[in-house]
């Protein structure tokens, strides 16, 4: 890493070739990957992470680095392809493992979703809630579901957004806790636009919450042209 930010990029390559004999055979193309991407060999890393899956085919780890590698160099047929590998492999699996089966289903949804057809924000939506828990959708999903429906033109998919995030708010509450700068900017803006007359005050009151609780180095993140 540090030959590489200094700019010594064939320097990297001469360690990185040097360090290949060390690593045993499953760790060998996943590291080589990381490192050809990291000196901008994505041919070579596209060839090494390959590697990985066909000798691990099964390997939730390595199906997430493909999809990752993919999403970065904005190859979205193949990153869904991955990710389609993933959740074939959903069932039986537990902690960890079925950690990266929630990640592939954020994950697909939020690309499905960015045609903008409101029919594939509908299959996205669905896929979100795959990943509920005891009845409930955990708080990233809940965000992410406030996030894409709160994008859409019409009235009814904001005060969906809204809902999903008074709900997170309700229950943060309940635990002694709160919404995060980005939710509360996110749930202020939605109030901005939405048509109940109580909704001003509750927007006011949402970005003055936010700016008291961000620092004064943060605050030009948010708009406050309330």
Known sequence: QYLVNTNKQEEAG????????????????????MCYQMIGRGDDAEKAYLRAFKNQPQSLGV???????????????MAIDYLDKMLALEDGQSGSDMNNIRWARRSKAQMIAQSGNYQDLQRALALIDENKANGSLP???????????????DYESRSEAISLLE???????????????????????????????????????????????????QSQVYKFDF
Not at 63 to 75: A, E, G, I, K
Not at 139 to 153: D, N
Request: contains cysteine; charged residues 25%.
């Open 63 to 77: 199906l997430r680095t493909l999809v990752t590698f993919y999403v970065q160099n904005r190859n979205r047929p």
């Open 14 to 33: 001469d360690v990185i070739a040097e360090m290949q004999g060390h690593l045993t055979d499953e760790q060998e193309p996943l590291v080589m990957g």
């Open 167 to 217: 709900e997170l708010q309700f229950r943060l509450q309940g635990q002694g806790m709160e919404l995060a700068p980005m939710e509360k900017h996110l749930l202020a803006r939605l109030y901005e636009k939405d048509y109940k007359p109580d909704s001003w005050l509750k927007c006011r009151e949402q970005m003055l919450e936010l700016i008291a609780s961000v620092p004064p180095s």
């Open 139 to 153: 708080r990233s999903e809940l965000v992410q579901k406030a996030t894409l429906l709160g994008g859409r033109p």
